[in-house]
């Protein structure tokens, strides 16, 4: 098909109209195949979506750069009617997909969903700038991954490429928190963060563990939902200091696990990381381990504990009379 020209208002409109036709007229025809296989139907529908979704980022990156990314953003949430937050973002999200070509064409093609192709354009922005993505290799995996998944696969493939960029990565990581909050129509609130890594898993540990308290003084026959607990906590603590209800001075501490190996050959620490694999660098071990307690364990090839060791000491009835001897006292 060759260019249209659109500068005139009719040639526009009659334009349009023949698009909706041709659309309206495909979605009758799928509304027609009826409930006969409605799990191939699924994923015709989806490979629709993801093509839908590459031309509107297309759409998007070129608007923004012809008439700035301020007025992309005026035109998604005054003419297509997006609040302020999802048009700033959908214009950010269209700039960075440009930069990832083959991404993007697998979006256009339909063979991935917008999400993989979101998080695969993400993830070449942070990537260290001497270790860029390997856009075919996420490609790969995103065509065989859910999005859920596939979030893992990409936190791994970054955490391969930082080597000992670690540390500035961190630091674009930190520079990119952000808390917001939002009041819904009916009066509610709607709360959005992004943390880096360490702080999302000490928010993490410190809401589990103040949900799991008030799991524990519950009526067995009046449970909240999970989510209700959650939110209870994040309140307690927030406003309270506390998780139990209770206001007190300060919050309680919480127990955020941070594994590290013992290189008994080069006799040192190696390899620090947090429970879901996330590595820290040495300046994050070395602030945590200021209040950490250190629980030593010896595990074998296949990561079966062979011997797990105490947080503290304590000793027992007869060494405490030895231990009174020596010292003259308790």
């Not at 697998?106 to 260290?128: D, M, V, W, Y």
């Not at 410190?206 to 939902?225: G, M, V, Y």
Request: a neutral charge; proline letters at 5%.
């Amino acid at each position: 098909m060759t260019d249209l020209d659109l500068s005139n208002a009719g040639t526009a409109m009659g334009v349009a109209a023949r698009i909706l036709a041709s659309f309206d007229a495909s979605l009758a025809g799928l509304r027609a195949l009826g409930d006969e296989h409605l799990e191939e139907q699924l994923q015709l529908v989806g490979r629709c979506e993801s093509r839908l979704a590459a031309v509107k980022a297309e759409k998007i990156a070129a608007l923004a750069r012809r008439d700035g990314e301020a007025r992309a953003a005026d035109v998604l949430r005054n003419d297509v009617k997006h609040s302020r937050g999802s048009a700033k973002r959908q214009v950010q999200e269209a700039g960075r997909l440009a930069e990832v070509p083959k991404v993007a064409q697998a979006l256009a093609e339909g063979t991935i969903t917008p999400q993989h192709a979101r998080l695969i354009a993400e993830a070449a922005e942070q990537a260290p700038t001497g270790a860029p993505i390997d856009e075919n290799e996420l490609l790969e995996a995103a065509e065989q991954e859910p999005v859920d998944l596939f979030g893992r696969t990409v936190r791994d493939h970054l955490n391969e490429r930082s080597g000992d960029d670690l540390e500035e990565r961190r630091k674009r990581q930190r520079a990119q928190r952000r808390l917001a909050w939002k009041k819904q129509p009916d009066g509610m609130f709607e709360l959005f963060g992004r943390f880096d890594p360490v702080t999302g898993s000490r928010i993490e540990t410190a809401i589990s563990a103040a949900a799991n308290r008030l799991w524990h003084a519950e009526d067995p026959k009046k449970r909240p939902t999970p989510q209700q607990r959650l939110a209870d906590a994040l309140e307690l603590l927030v406003t309270r200091s506390g998780g139990d209800g209770k206001k007190k001075g300060t919050a309680p501490g919480v127990d955020l696990l941070v594994i590290v190996d013992y290189d008994i050959l080069a006799g040192r620490l190696a390899n620090p990381r947090l429970v879901d694999g996330t590595p820290l660098s040495a300046e994050e071990l070395l602030r945590l381990a200021c209040d950490a307690n250190i629980l030593p364990a010896i595990f074998d090839q296949k990561s079966r504990p062979l011997w797990l060791g105490r947080g503290r000491r304590h000793a027992t009835k007869h060494q405490r009379s030895v231990l009174a001897a020596r010292d003259k006292g308790c």
